[in-house]
């Protein structure tokens, strides 16, 4: 009976020492994410930029912008895009409401042209083209966005009529993917 | 275990994604503003004198060929505009004598002579015909206008010798003298 309880104590001890090596695993854990493709939201201000009066003593449309006019707008100061991105430039040409039946001398339109430069990328577009512009933004990009305007003009050498003109700048950024 | 760590991975990267500042796309308007202010132009007439010689026949009168309708003397102003509504105002003196006659004017003499001022090229013809000084005759229009070529034109015609009390009267002998009378155009932007 002692010598039957001493091998179950042995076998029982022999048993307990083997049972660690048995325990042995290894798990493989993947760390996942996502950077979605997006834009810094573009906030301008709502002041008009004032280009000043169009014409000269002659009341012929001025070669540029008066010296005073704001023809240049920092849009933003850091403006990004984290992906490949186009940017839809529409200008729509200076008018006024007054209109004149003496078409042949006076016109209601002036036209300009439109540049952006959005740190190493430009592009410009005239208020003559109705579609507007699309410049490509071929990968990502950050820096100053600034937009600046010149070049005003009419066709056939028309004086503008007397009258306040209002025209606007559109720009719209767009994830390319 | 596993589904637990993936799922805390997850929710640390949705809590790294853009917030409101970041959009999928970005635009604005930007609004210009500019203004033409009214002005009319007039160019320099191709003549700031127009010599219509000698005003009398053989027998003193006003000659005949003055009296009538046929253009004496015209003037052009090539560039001629306005760019809102205007008034176009003609002011006018009449030929006068210009020496010092140390004697009343006779009542058969005539010291004054009146003429047609007729200003062709805007949308309204116009025409003065003075009888004092600075006579003046304005017309009001509602829209820009610049006279198409050959531009504005003022023809001189209708001569008649004035008396006086400045009526027009046939038949009256002119002083001898140099005369001399003005026409002013004048476009004013309203």
Redesign the interface.
Known sequence: MRTRLLRASLLLGASLYVAPALAQDS?T????????????????S??????????G???QLVQSFAGG?ETE?E?ATS?YCNAPATVTIKATP?T?P?????S???TSR?DYTATLVWDDINGNVSSTVAGGAVIAVPEANIGPMK?T?SNPAVLNNL?????????????????AQ | ??HR??SV??A??LL???G??????????????????????LGTPDASVLDLHDLTGPDGLLDPAKLGSAVLATATIA?A?C??PHSLSLQSTAMTLQRTVPYAQPAYMARRVTFDAKLIGWPFTATIRPHNDNDLFTIDIN????A?APGLRLQISKLQTLNPGGAEQAGLMLESGNYLGTVTIILA?N
């Open positions: 798990e854990m993947v760390v996942q994410s996502q950077v979605a493709p997006f834009c810094s939201e573009l906030t301008v709502s002041a008009p930029m004032n280009l000043g009066s169009l014409t003593p002659n009341g006019a707008r849009l403006f200076l006024t007054n209109a004149t039946t003496d042949s001398s006076f002036v937009l305007l004086r503008p009529v007397a009258g306040d003109y209002s025209g606007q700048v559109t720009l719209t950024i767009a994830l | 275990m596993l760590l993936k991975m997850a640390v990267a790294a994604l853009p409101a500042a970041q959009a999928q796309s970005a635009s604005a308007g930007i609004d210009l503003s500019s203004t033409v202010y009214g002005a009319c132009g560039d505009w760019n809102s829209s820009p206008y610049a198409p932007a």
